[in-house]
């Protein structure tokens, strides 16, 4: 071979390799521009996002030079191609487990959807149903180009099958969104599709309709915020669950959600070190009277393991409060009716929110602990035109269906069907416990009284004779809902001091570890929707 020959084929030796170490460059940091716009939104460059979410040297690529020929004819070119095609894909640890990461570019194209796009991401969800992996979503998208939609959107591995895909992972891994910037129009069904949605206020965005269609199409003219801005969906629509103030606070929401849930459907939650609630519950925590309102998160405190309570949807539906904590170092979710939000009373949404977190709860084998001081279901025609029965419905379909352990404490009262709805002994929790204060009955003794003995009362014209026979009739209605006689009954299994409560639900759900996990025999049910 002449020297000529080898000095060519080590030329061309070279150049592939600078071609490659090229195309590969482009896609670790953005350009001059992209970083100067990622600054001005106080946006994180997607390498840094995904360096927060994954252990230290862990995270491994594929499909990185996707793309790298675009708008480059003659060969490579440093510069030439969309970078990784605007969305990195991979798998790295979280917490020493393995997961699946999925996070758009926004310095591409605005991270907007091409062909190869859509298909690294139906690639990683492949990945994720075949080894039952969790799915971290980092969001920045501005949905699909257009230009591409006959290559991406209609296909048998278009864009149509990440969703059928997120469906077919949903109760089988968690999938967890954080949302930095705009999903819009096909893509908002990402996060929706998610166990949870941690949205940055002020930078992120869901919508299926931009305020500029909804103004060309419908005649709205709204703005960004109103139309699919982060505080409107955590508060309105509920299709965000948690507010974060940057990129940083998702990425550690989005951790943090994580270290409550296993990995898998198959495996339990991981266990962490126990520790004193920041509290003690005191008969002084939960007023008697029920016509005195307080937070239910004091009880909260008292009894999960200190700064172990990570609330989902805090804004949304604050009458009922959901979240994960730890009892005794082990994770347990929690299903509050909080008096000082609207009495407490149940409504549309909370049994919405209610419903959601109760599935996602029996879906990945975590306890349930449920706090009632309910005064039943919200009534009116307002409520009645917004199908508050089969929300309602709803979520007496999820306590029916959870098999987890379960303990139900009634806190103050358990009225109506809010009984129920907060899985009162007819719905087999493992436990039924009652403070020594508590209630059972149909309804509260003042409206029991008027609503049996209305026209009674409107007919006796003395106030005092009024206020007696009042006075009787509630008296009658109290002796008969009694505390101590549901308990004699076998309607609560047992009558607990507050300060022995944590003790009480740590050692009953410990014990219910082994219960049946079958509910029916069925394909599934038709839930109310």
């Known amino acids: 071979m002449t020297d000529t020959v080898q000095e060519q084929i080590g030329a061309a030796a070279h150049d592939h390799y600078a071609e490659v170490a090229a195309a590969r460059a482009a896609t670790l940091a953005p350009s001059d521009a992209g970083a100067a716009k990622l600054a001005g939104q106080a946006k994180l460059p997607v390498r840094e996002r995904i360096a927060l979410l994954v252990d230290d040297g862990t995270f491994v690529e594929d499909g990185q030079l996707a793309n790298a020929l675009a708008g480059a004819p003659s060969g490579w070119a440093v510069g030439a191609g969309l970078p990784a095609d605007g969305v990195v894909t991979g798998r790295g640890l979280v917490d020493g487990r393995p997961a699946i990461v999925i996070a758009n570019d926004p310095t591409v194209k605005a991270g907007s959807w091409g062909a190869r796009t859509v298909e690294k991401i139906v690639r990683a969800t492949e990945h994720a149903l075949r080894e039952e992996l969790p799915v971290f979503w980092l969001v920045d998208s501005a949905g699909a180009r257009i230009t591409d939609q006959v290559e991406l959107f209609p296909g048998r591995r278009g864009a149509g099958r990440i969703f059928h895909n997120q469906v077919a992972l949903s109760g089988k891994v968690p999938q967890i969104c954080c949302l930095f910037g705009p999903s819009a129009a096909g893509g908002a069904y990402i996060p929706a599709f998610c166990d949870i949605v941690v949205m940055v206020e002020g930078n992120a965005s869901m919508y299926l309709g931009s305020p500029r269609m909804a103004e060309m199409v419908v005649g709205e003219t709204v703005s960004l915020e109103e139309m699919g801005g982060a505080r409107m969906h955590c508060t309105v629509s509920g299709c965000g669950d948690n507010l974060a103030v940057d990129d940083a606070d998702a990425i550690e929401q989005a951790r943090l959600f994580f270290s409550y849930l296993p990995t898998c459907w198959r495996e339990v939650p991981p266990e962490y070190p126990a520790e004193a609630p920041v509290a003690v519950l005191t008969r002084e925590s939960v007023p008697e ?241």
């Not at 005064?375 to 409520?383: E, K």
């Not at 416990?433 to 009362?457: D, F, Q, S």
């Not at 009480?504 to 014990?511: H, K, N, P, T």
């Open 289 to 529: 009277k029920e016509s005195v309102p307080f937070d239910v998160h004091t009880v909260v405190d008292a009894l999960v393991d200190e700064d172990s309570f990570f609330e989902v949807k805090p804004l949304f539906a604050a009458e009922l409060v959901v979240g994960f904590g730890r009892l005794d170092g082990r994770p347990v979710g929690i299903v509050a009716n909080n008096s000082a939000v609207r009495g407490g009373v149940l409504f549309g949404d909370s049994a919405d929110k209610a419903a959601r977190f109760i599935w996602l709860c029996d879906a990945f084998n975590v306890p349930l602990l449920y706090l009632s001081d309910v005064p039943g279901f919200m009534i009116g025609s307002a409520v009645e035109r917004a199908g508050i029965i089969r929300h309602g419905a709803k979520m007496i379909t999820a306590v029916s269906e959870a098999t987890v352990p379960q303990v139900c404490v009634i806190l103050r009262k358990a009225y109506g069907a809010g009984l129920y709805a907060m899985a009162g002994p007819g719905f087999g929790p493992d436990a039924t416990l009652a403070l020594p204060t508590a209630r059972i009955a149909v309804m509260g003794p003042e409206a029991a009284t008027n609503a049996v003995y209305a026209n009674k009362i409107a007919a006796i014209e003395d106030a005092a004779e009024r206020d007696a026979f009042v006075a009787a009739r509630r008296a009658e209605y109290e002796e008969d809902v009694d505390l101590m006689r549901l308990a004699n009954d076998l309607v609560v299994d047992a009558v607990i001091e507050p300060a022995e409560l944590r003790r009480e639900v740590v050692l009953r759900l410990a014990y219910a570890v082994g219960r049946d996990r079958r509910f029916s025999e069925r394909r599934h049910g038709v839930p109310p929707v």
